[in-house]
Antibody
Framework: EVQLVESGGGLVQPGGSLRLSCAAS????????MSWVRQAPGKGLEWVAN????????YYVVSVKGRFSISRDNAKNSLYLQMNSLSVEDTAVYFC???????????WGQGTMVTVSS | DIVMTQSPDSVAVSLGERATINCKSS????????????LAWYQQKPGQPPRLLIF???TRESGVPDRFIGSGSGTDFTLTISSLQAEDVAVYYC????????FGQGTKVEIK
């Protein structure tokens, strides 16, 4: 079964850091670009970042550039999101998603909640 | 970035009736080299992650009922639920993946 499982969310103070993980199974992880997408409470979806198959190219939404870093370990079938200088506006459920044909997000994890609050 | 605008923000339809959601992009998402529209539709139910319904504007994902129909090209797209079922109550998002991925604001579909 194709599956993505996120972990690492939690409560963090403004200015703090957090590292999210996404464990992939059921498909050849190294064959796919991978993305992070977030959803603030009661709000819509926002794509955050993605990584090329070998990690050599990474792209970010403007609002997180310089603060977030996406990485992957293909040997461990895992995707990561290092989040620094967190602000209350980063509070959201963070989803890991697979980039399918052309870049459509065809497989999603259940998400992990990140709350930034003092 | 390409801005995606959906209409309406919410719609209430009787069971068995048609529901229509529109999506407009601020610039074309049609790739002239392969004649494909980089436009997808997702369904999200409360407490669940989004589910891919339609990609390339009109191709149904495996397992998606054929009452979900995607159409349009260039900058104007439509998702039609031809005969609304109770399990279709959800929020629907359009998304372009032509460049930096962006989503519409979502349309809530309810039963009248």
């Amino acid at each position: 079964e194709v599956q993505l499982v996120e972990s690492g969310g939690g409560l963090v103070q403004p200015g703090g850091s957090l590292r999210l993980s996404c464990a992939a199974s059921g498909f050849t992880f190294s064959d796919y670009w991978m993305s992070w997408v977030r959803q603030a409470p009661g709000k819509g979806l926002e794509w955050v970042a993605n990584s090329k198959r070998d990690g050599s190219e990474r792209y970010y939404v403007v609002s997180v550039k310089g603060r977030f870093s996406i990485s992957r370990d293909n040997a461990k079938n895992s995707l990561y999101l290092q989040m620094n200088s967190l602000s209350v506006e980063d509070t959201a459920v963070y989803f890991c998603a697979r980039d399918g044909p052309g870049g459509v997000l065809d497989i999603w994890g259940q998400g992990t909640m990140v709350t930034v609050s003092s | 970035d390409i801005v995606m605008t959906q209409s309406p923000d919410s719609v209430a339809v009787s069971l068995g009736e048609r529901a229509t959601i529109n999506c407009k992009s601020s610039q074309s998402v049609l790739n002239s080299s392969n004649n494909k529209n980089y436009l997808a539709w997702y369904q999200q139910k409360p407490g669940q992650p989004p589910r891919l319904l339609i990609f390339w504007a009109s191709t149904r994902e495996s397992g998606v009922p054929d009452r979900f129909i995607g159409s349009g090209s260039g900058t104007d797209f439509t998702l039609t639920i031809s005969s609304l079922q109770a399990e279709d109550v959800a929020v629907y998002y359009c998304q372009q993946y032509s460049g930096t991925k962006t989503f519409g604001q979502g349309t809530k579909v309810e039963i009248k």
